[in-house]
């Protein structure tokens, strides 16, 4: 069986793309792609192996079937894949800026990301301009003429706040710069940035495209043959920042089940949304799918579904909200999402603890915020385990 990996369908390429059994004499057959882990490769011509490779930092034949599906995933030409996703994220800002560049960033980017650009960045004299990228107008005010990148994100961590990626992009290229979009919370399952403009799409692939709570992986994605060849300088040259043959393995295996496990995070996480809506315990709840959300519009537009990470202001402080995530039994407490397994956190005393408290306040973490990544368990047993919890509030 040959065929041209960009043209299938999602869930075909999902499973299929990349991963081509060798059927020419010689060949093995594998349906699943090897795991090589070879650090160095023999050659047949000094300098210019007929097979291509060479060293596997610079190329691997378990990466290369990863980073063709990624690619496959998207309809793009470039799909490359890193040892975390700030491990890509690092590779695609160092790819592309300069000293005395400047950066206009969403103002509620994922802690990691924010801790890049403003405390690394930042030494090699590169400015960054946070905006509230909720309004596209905030970002057009941002650019000057030296932006030379625009990151976004949309759904944010933990509010699920969105941006109209096809606006910003529209910004961006008015400057000739190009837009950056983490696409993690999303997955491409649910929403495709190159499609609305995007130059490049980011991910943590730890999070849904694995979704097995057993890598840590990150990839980039474009079609834009410039942008790819300064990130693979960057990944195989001057960082070596790629992923590892066994974790390749682990993600080409875990992305097989992408569509199915997506849909499945959607229903649950549609179905604890409304739950936790109707709850008297509860205050508000941060969800794209709710009619409650603000930007309940913009979702429906640019995204195919709402995603699986649901996130929910309890009626109580921060020693009642601590005291709820730690009392849930089927939910486990724990940093991170995109696993099959339901995971609970509060972000003002774990993932965004290193804010300091006024701040987080005025970016809406409230010391009752608790988020809530939406695994693909029984949905009753969900419903029930935060039933539970609340009603000891
Ligand atoms: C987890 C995450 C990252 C960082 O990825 P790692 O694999 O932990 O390095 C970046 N962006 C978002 C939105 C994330 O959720």
Known sequence: MTHDDNRLGFETAAIHAGEEPNLEPGGTGDLVSPIHLASTFAMDR??????????????????????????????????MAFGSGMAAIATAC??????????????????????????????????????????????????????????????????????????????????????????????????????????????????????????????????????????????????????APFDCYLVLRGVKTLPARMAHHERNAQAVAEFLADHEAVERVHYPGLDSHPQRDLADEQMDGYGGVVSFEIDGDGAEAR?????????????????????????ASMSASYVPEDEREAAGITDGLVRAPIGIESTDDLLADLDRGLSRL
């Open 323 to 347: 005291a709820f995530v730690e009392s849930l039994d089927v939910f486990t407490l724990a940093v991170s999402l995109g696993g099959v397994e339901s995971l609970v956190e509060h972000p």
């Open 94 to 243: 160092l790819g592309l800026v300069s000293p005395g560049d400047r950066v206009v960033a969403f103002d509620s980017l994922y802690g990691g990301t924010r801790v890049f650009l403003s405390e690394f960045l930042d030494r090699f004299g590169v400015g960054v301009e946070y905006v509230d990228a909720t309004d596209p107008a905030n970002v057009a005010r941002a650019m000057t003429d030296d932006t030379a990148l625009v990151w976004m994100e949309t759904p944010t961590n933990p509010l699920l706040k969105l941006c109209d990626l096809a606006a910003i992009a529209e910004i961006a290229h008015e400057y000739d710069c190009p837009l950056a979009v983490d696409n993690t919370f999303a997955s491409p399952y649910f929403q495709r940035p190159l499609d609305l403009g995007a130059d490049l799409v980011a991910y943590s692939t730890t999070k849904y495209l694995n979704g097995h709570t057993d890598s840590i992986g990150g990839a980039l994605v474009t079609d834009d043959d410039d942008l790819a060849e300064q990130f693979r300088f960057v990944q195989g040259y001057a960082l070596g920042s790629m992923l």
């Open 46 to 79: 000094a300098g210019d192996p007929s097979h291509g490779y060479k060293y596997s930092r610079l190329g691997n034949p378990t990466r290369d079937a990863l980073e063709r599906r990624l690619g496959a995933l998207h309809d793009a030409t470039h799909g």
